[in-house]
């Protein structure tokens, strides 16, 4: 007897630990997939339908384990599109954010050009033996002459650029970081003015300050051909 009250309380642990397993996973089942989509071209609206598509996939999967990395699979081969955040609102609800990937940066190799987006993440390549014409607005890229590894933080250092400055590609011609000299980057506006920045890949959001500090006071005739060097 004492032998079949264990086979029974084994079997009963058994159809609990089952029966617990399937109604955690009914109840952290995704349902509903919201999904914001910051458009800045509104030309892409075949493509976010495409992933709008995809990403609606995701219902039925567990939320407990769904990560980015499930997320960015649904966007496929899509470089046009991003994800800028997602958030996980149990039991079975996950909200993110899409964005439009603008084009902001380049490199060139001969008369081929990598196109970048504002975070120095690849969009795409293109034959040009001009400064590839950004698709928004119809005006240049940015040029970038430095090793690819230095692009992400490029973009951040350039990022701090446009919040003291309050624009970018209409003011930034190119960047450079020199090799041998990887220490300094040489920010070259449109205008004709340089911004050389020492150490710039500390402290970028500090310098960037400091930077704008001494343009705004600079003269008419210094914005033209001037040199502003921040250092730490």
């Known amino acids: 007897m004492r032998y079949i009250r264990k086979v029974t309380a084994l079997i009963l642990s058994i159809i609990f630990c089952v029966a617990l397993v399937v109604g955690v996973g009914i109840i952290y ?17 075949e ?17 407990i384990f769904l990560d980015l990395e499930d997320i960015e699979e649904r966007l496929g081969d899509n470089t046009l599109i991003a994800v800028e955040s997602f958030e996980k609102v149990y039991p079975c609800t996950v909200n993110m954010v899409l964005r439009e990937r603008m084009e902001c940066f380049y490199t ?6 990598d196109i970048y987006d504002d975070r120095g993440n690849l969009i795409r390549t293109v034959q040009s033996a001009q400064a590839p014409v950004n698709q928004l607005d119809s005006a240049p890229d940015i040029l970038i002459e430095a090793e690819d590894e230095f692009i992400v933080p490029l973009a ?4 701090y650029f446009k919040e003291q400055f309050g624009a970018l590609r209409s003011l930034v011609e190119s960047v450079t970081v020199t090799p041998g000299m990887e220490t300094a980057a040489i920010i070259k506006l449109r205008s004709g003015m340089s911004i050389a920045v020492s150490d710039w890949q500390e402290d970028g959001e500090v310098k960037m300050r400091k930077a704008y500090g001494e343009y705004v006071q600079s003269s008419d005739s210094e914005k033209v051909d001037g040199l502003i060097t921040v250092a730490a």
């Open 156 to 159: 951040q250092l350039l990022s």
């Open 47 to 63: 493509e976010y339908a495409a992933t709008r598509a995809n990403l609606d996939k995701l219902k039925g999967t567990q939320l």
């Open 108 to 113: 060139r190799r001969g008369t081929e050009c």
């Open 29 to 45: 089942a995704v349902k509903n997939v919201n999904v914001t989509y910051i458009d800045y071209s509104g030309n892409n609206a």
